[in-house]
């Protein structure tokens, strides 16, 4: 469907195309290299070859899954990007407004939600409180990226973050695990088609292996990630689309 009408369509009632943060390695890498120039100050040159990474056993659950529980395919987008096309074909050029839209709670999963609409339905969305820099303890927005607090929701902690000296060290605390995992989502209010050109679609498209224990897709899943990537090389995309720069992608959602 996504295909076929070049674009990305809200398919409820509400006319809301959700969206979720794509975290990467890099992504993972960079924070992790945050924490500790703001935590140690002057490390020497030994100190910082001891150190080994460990942000990435923190970064488990399916918010940084590798896996697709929605299917075999997923666009992921520079959220710069969208905001960009966003604001071009739905909001007359001006800047889209974000809020706070809401927390959706389930048995093991926090979703954060933050609404983006366009400034004339200001006065329908009038009630919910606006998203800024400060406005929540859990995600921000700093007018070009979305900045999330991920948090370790949990009674019993498998591992927890040790320091010795100037370095962090991982150590193991509690063998049985109960946690609850949290996420970011972004819904775009759209009452038609949010376009791009098929070369732009093709490029940010990429093929995904399902999750081996929760499947959440509507449609048919090709019988292996093979069958997906050569799935995907029969899609021929325009002539005149835009040429594509490869970007690291910070938002994405999954299509069966």
């Given at each position: 469907m996504i295909w076929n009408s070049g674009g990305f369509r809200a398919?409820?009632?509400?006319?809301?195309?959700?969206?979720?943060?794509?975290?990467?390695?890099?992504d993972i890498t960079a924070a992790e290299e945050r924490y500790i120039t703001n935590e140690f100050?002057?490390?020497?040159?030994?100190?910082?070859?001891?150190?080994?990474?460990?942000?990435s056993t923190f970064t488990t659950s399916p918010a940084f899954s590798e896996t697709s529980r929605y299917g075999n395919f997923r666009f992921t987008f520079p959220l710069t990007e969208l905001m960009e096309a966003y604001k071009n074909q739905k909001c007359d050029g001006q800047e889209p407004v974000l809020r706070v839209f809401g927390t959706r709670l389930f048995k093991q999963e926090i979703e954060y939600v933050?609404?983006?609409?366009?400034?004339?339905?200001?006065?329908?969305?009038?009630?919910?409180?606006?998203?800024?820099?400060?406005?929540?303890?859990?995600?921000?927005?700093?007018?070009?990226?979305?900045?999330?607090?991920?948090?370790?929701?949990?009674?019993?902690?498998?591992?927890?973050?040790e320091t010795s000296g100037k370095t962090v060290e991982i150590q193991n605390k509690h063998p049985f695990q109960f946690y609850v995992w949290d996420h970011v989502s972004l819904v775009f209010h759209t009452k038609d088609?949010?376009?791009?050109?098929?070369?732009?679609?093709?490029?940010?498209?990429?093929?995904?292996?399902?999750?081996?224990?929760?499947?959440?897709?509507?449609?048919?899943?090709?019988?292996?990630?093979?069958?997906?990537?050569?799935?995907?090389?029969?899609?021929?995309?325009?002539?005149?689309?835009?040429?594509?720069?490869?970007?690291?992608?910070?938002?994405?959602?999954?299509?069966d």
């Open positions: 398919t409820n009632p509400e006319s809301f195309l959700w969206w979720s943060l794509n975290i990467n390695k890099e100050r002057g490390r020497s040159e030994a100190e910082i070859a001891a150190q080994s990474p460990f942000l933050v609404l983006v609409h366009s400034p004339q339905f200001d006065e329908e969305f009038r009630d919910i409180p606006l998203l800024t820099s400060t406005s929540s303890p859990v995600v921000a927005y700093d007018g070009h990226q979305i900045i999330w607090k991920a948090q370790a929701i949990c009674e019993t902690h498998h591992f927890q973050i088609i949010l376009t791009f050109p098929k070369r732009k679609l093709k490029a940010s498209l990429s093929c995904l292996k399902l999750d081996p224990k929760v499947n959440l897709s509507c449609g048919e899943n090709c019988s292996s990630l093979e069958a997906a990537k050569n799935f995907l090389k029969t899609l021929v995309d325009d002539e005149n689309g835009e040429e594509h720069t490869q970007r690291s992608g910070v938002i994405n959602t999954d299509v």
